[in-house]
Each structure stands twice: as C-alpha cells, then as structure tokens.
C-alpha cells in the first residue's frame, strides 16, 4: 500500500512517499507564492523519483503552514501531531521535539507512546525562528548553509544582547565595523537563538531524550548551542532528514489511516 | 537669570537644549554617531551657539538618554523617567499620561498632579511599537517618515497588519502591495499597528487625561490620530519646542532644581 505525507512550510515543501512502512521516495522544493502551486509540485517530484503517479496513492496526509490548501490529500493533520509522530518513529526513545522551522520554532514533549503530551509554539516574533539566522547571514554576507562551517572556526562567541531580529541586526553591523571576526558573531548568533528557542522547550519541560528537527536542525553550530543551552544531549534521528521529520510524521499518519479504512 | 542645559544622547538622535530661567533659549537635533561622547558634545555646541553663551555661563547641566554615560561635561546624569516627565509637563502642564516614542524604544508613564510619575513602562526590547518599525516600513513603501505620517489622511481603506513583530509585518506589506492595495491604503495600515502597539503600552500604565505625546514620531499625524482612537482620547501634541526635545527639556529643567537645591 502506498501512502503519501506532504509538509508545506512557509520556505519549502517536502514529502515522503511510503510503501508497505518503508520510505520509497522523498523531495524538497523551495516553496512558491501559491501553497497549493508549492504542494502540487513536491508531490509531482516525489511521486517521480518512486515512478508512481497520484492514483497510486492509497492516502496522503497534509501538513504545515499551508496545509489548508494542498489540493489532491486525503486530509490534513496538524504539524504538532506530525512532527512528534516523525521524530518518533526515527528514534522511539525520543521525548522531546525541538523543530526549528523558516517562520516558526515548536517545542514538544512526547509519552513513552510517542502520543504529544504538551507543546509550546512561536510564530508571532521572528527572532527564536530560521528567519533571525536568515536576516544575519544576510547582514554578513555568508551563505546560510555556510554559518554552521565558519561558527566551528570560532574560537570566543561575541555575545549578541538583542533578541529582537531588527535590533540584533544593526548591532551584528556595528560588531562588524568594530573589527569583531564574522565567526565569533556567528558563533554568538547561533548561542541567541539556541537560548531564545531553549526558553521554548523548557515551558513544556525538556525531557530526554531531546531531537532536534527543521530545516536548522542542519545547522551543527546551532546543534552544538542548542545542546549546550538545554544542558543536554540531543540524539540523532536515524535515518532521517531532519526536514522532513513532519513530511515523514504525516505519512506514517496516512498509513494508519488507510488501515483503519481497510480493517 | 540662571542659565541651565540639557542634553539627551539618543540610540538615533541627540537633543540639546538651553535655558535661562523658564525660557528656552537654545535647541539642537543631530542624528547620533557612532562615539556618543562626540555627539554630544557637537549637539551642546550647536545648542550654546543658537542660545548664543558660552559654556562657562552654563549654571548646572544634566545629560540622560542611551549614551548618557558618554557625555562628558554635564555636571549630573539623571534617568529618562525622570527627565522626560519634567519635560513634558514644561511643555505641557496638563499631562497626566506621557507616551514618548523614541527611534528603538518606546515609554509610557502616568504622573500625578505634581508631575511626580506613578507608574512607567518602556518597551526597547522589541522594534514594534518604536520609531524603528515606522523607519523599516517607510523604507519598503519607498516614502520619507513625513510622507507615510500623511497617507492616513487619504487612504480609504486601512489594511490590518496581521503580525506584530517587525519582520513579519514588512512581508504582510509585501503582500498588500504585490495584491495591488494602494499605498495609501497599506501606509494609514502601518500607521495603525504602530498605535495598537502603544495603545497596549499606554493601556499598561492607566491613561488619564491630558495625554501628552513626545518624541519624533509625535509628529506622524496618522499614528497620533490612529491612537487617539484607541485611546479613546485627545492627545496633546508640544507646542513650544519640538516634541523630540522633552527629554533634553526636562534634563535642562532638573539642572536648574539641582543648582537651586530644590533637587
């Protein structure tokens, strides 16, 4: 049985399209103006690289940001349920999710079932979100996939004392004008935001073990800060890109579901 | 007559101001550098020339603001509660509510029938609600502070900001502007969440009437009209002196109570 899960995010969309339990194939693409343009396009690819069509899909399960308007889904599940279900299901000793997103930060505590027992949730200030890592890569002139590389070179963080996206922003160029090295402001950076996003986790009560999913989670600088502003360990998902960690979640949804139907 | 000064080192700008007696004799605006201590002294040259005195004249001054630690020749410090209060009331006796907006910050206090200040609340630890989100936005709109403080007037139909944090809001800008809103229309919008931010502020200390506004965003037409509404009161705009200047103001006035020993 074939089952299909879509996560459209605010940057990009992902899917992962399952087969009988197992991952047969898997897109990302960044996200157009249209969530349903974003939506139609990563499950075309998807489906491509599995050499299936639409018909074959027994259930497809939406999520993200867009979610209400992904056209061709079964139905629709919050990214909440989805992550934790991801995460889960990567790595079953998991009990806490930190997800890092392009516009969002979620944080969310799991039952030994992997059932969502508490989650906390920021969308309302860009700063604790992919987007204060953006504006500053921007600002510095660095690529975003490259901030990770040049904060391991650092050998002091310079300490960045806005949280406001806007205010840190200028205070990142007078850091710069003073002569400070771009890699101890990015290692700085990378503290700001892993603090702002531990503060998150900790309401919902950090339990381990601790992954770290989302488009950020790539980030090995944010990883180690992360780590250290939680005062543990976070654990890898197996197997698993830590993107597509809700796309993931939202197909072992479908593969449920379509069973249920079944049975 | 006794001759005092003020001077107020600003994230964005510096004021200065001299006085003799209850006159104001002497004023200047500069937009802040990069040394504070150079900036005001630049500011106090320009304020002393326009007063037409020398230094040595000067009975007692008083610097507040961001940079106050850097200004180097007043003989005290005081806080910006402390000053803008005074400052207010010198340029208008009847305020019970000050509501000054700075360029990264915004205050709000109550006082009571003396002036004495009952209660305070200030916001720098986010860009909305200061003169940095009117700056951020007029720079999209490709429009001067002035100019977007006058498309209220005009527009027909206000769009609604539906986020709050600055960055958010510059994209739901782009929004409006790229589904073909009129400038004018997105502009009085932006003017509107500006006021709903302070309104919340202002709310947080109690407004009593007079309500008075400082600080350069006093002179945006569209916010001070948008806020009266919240409000649901006359806001009282300086007179006397431009409103960017209370702070310095009210520093020139405590100098003064210092030198008569009232302080």
């Known amino acids: 049985m074939i089952v299909l899960g879509v996560d459209v995010g605010s940057l990009t969309a992902k899917a992962v399209c399952m087969k009988d339990g197992k991952i047969l194939s898997q897109a990302l693409i960044r996200a157009v103006t249209r969530p349903s343009e974003s939506a139609r396009q990563v499950i075309a690819q998807t489906l491509s690289a599995a050499g299936l069509s639409l018909e074959d899909v027994a259930y497809s399960v939406g999520t993200g940001y867009g979610r209400k308007q992904i056209p061709d889904v079964t139905e629709t599940e919050s990214e909440i349920t989805c992550h934790g279900r991801g995460a ?15 516009q969002d930060a979620k944080a969310l505590r799991l039952d030994a079932d992997g059932n969502v027992e508490r989650y906390s949730y920021n969308d309302k200030c860009a700063s604790g979100t992919g987007r204060f890592l953006e504006v500053m890569a921007d600002a510095l002139d660095v690529p975003l996939d490259k901030l990770g590389e040049l904060s391991a070179t650092s050998s002091r963080a310079v300490r960045i004392s806005n949280q406001c996206v806007v205010f840190a922003e200028t205070e990142v160029i007078t850091l710069v004008n003073q002569g400070a090295e771009p890699a101890d402001i990015v290692r700085g950076l990378h503290h700001a935001l892993a603090n702002r996003v531990a503060a998150l986790a900790k309401s919902v009560g950090v339990t381990p073990s601790v992954a770290f999913s989302g488009g950020v989670a790539k980030n090995a600088g944010v990883v180690l800060a992360l780590s250290e502003a939680l005062g543990c360990e976070l654990v890898p998902l197996d197997g698993v890109d830590p993107q597509f960690c809700g796309a993931l979640g939202a197909a072992l949804i479908a593969m449920d579901r379509a069973g249920e139907k079944a049975a | 007559m006794m001759i005092t000064a003020g001077c107020d080192v600003g994230s964005l700008t510096s004021k200065a101001v001299v006085m003799r007696g209850n006159r104001i004799i002497g004023t200047a605006i500069i937009r802040s550098r990069t040394h504070p201590e150079k900036t005001a002294r630049q500011v106090m040259d320009q304020a002393l020339k326009m007063a037409g005195v020398d230094e040595k004249d000067v009975a007692h001054s008083v610097g507040t603001g961001y940079g106050v630690e850097k200004i180097a020749f007043v003989t005290a410090r005081h806080s910006e509660i402390a000053c803008h209060a005074r400052g207010a009331r010198f340029l208008v006796p009847t305020a019970r509510t000050v509501i000054d907006i700075g360029g990264q910050d915004c205050k709000a206090s109550r006082l009571d029938e003396n002036g004495g200040v009952l209660k305070f609340l200030a916001n720098d630890k986010c860009a909305a609600g200061t003169g940095r989100f009117l700056e951020v936005m007029a720079k999209i709109l490709n429009l001067s502070l002035d100019e977007l403080g006058k498309l209220s007037k005009i527009a027909r139909a206000p769009v609604t900001l539906a986020s709050t944090c600055t960055v958010w809001a510059q994209a739901d800008v782009i929004q409006y502007l790229n589904s073909g809103e009129t400038v004018a229309d997105v502009g009085a919008g932006v003017n509107n969440a500006m006021a709903s931010r302070v309104a919340s502020l202002a ?41 960017q200047l209370a702070g310095a103001v009210g520093a020139a006035i405590l100098a003064r109570e210092i030198a008569e020993g009232s302080k």
Not at chain 1, 88 to 102: L, Q
Not at chain 2, 225 to 231: D, F, M, S
């Open chain 1, 88 to 102: 889960f299901y990567a790595n079953p000793g998991v009990r806490t999710v930190v997800d890092i997103g392009g």
């Open chain 2, 203 to 243: 709310n947080g200390v109690g407004v009593t009437a007079d309500v008075c506004m400082t600080g350069g965003v006093a002179k945006n037409q569209g916010v001070v009209h948008a806020l009266e509404k919240l409000l649901n009161e006359r806001i009282v705009i300086p007179r006397k002196a431009d409103p």
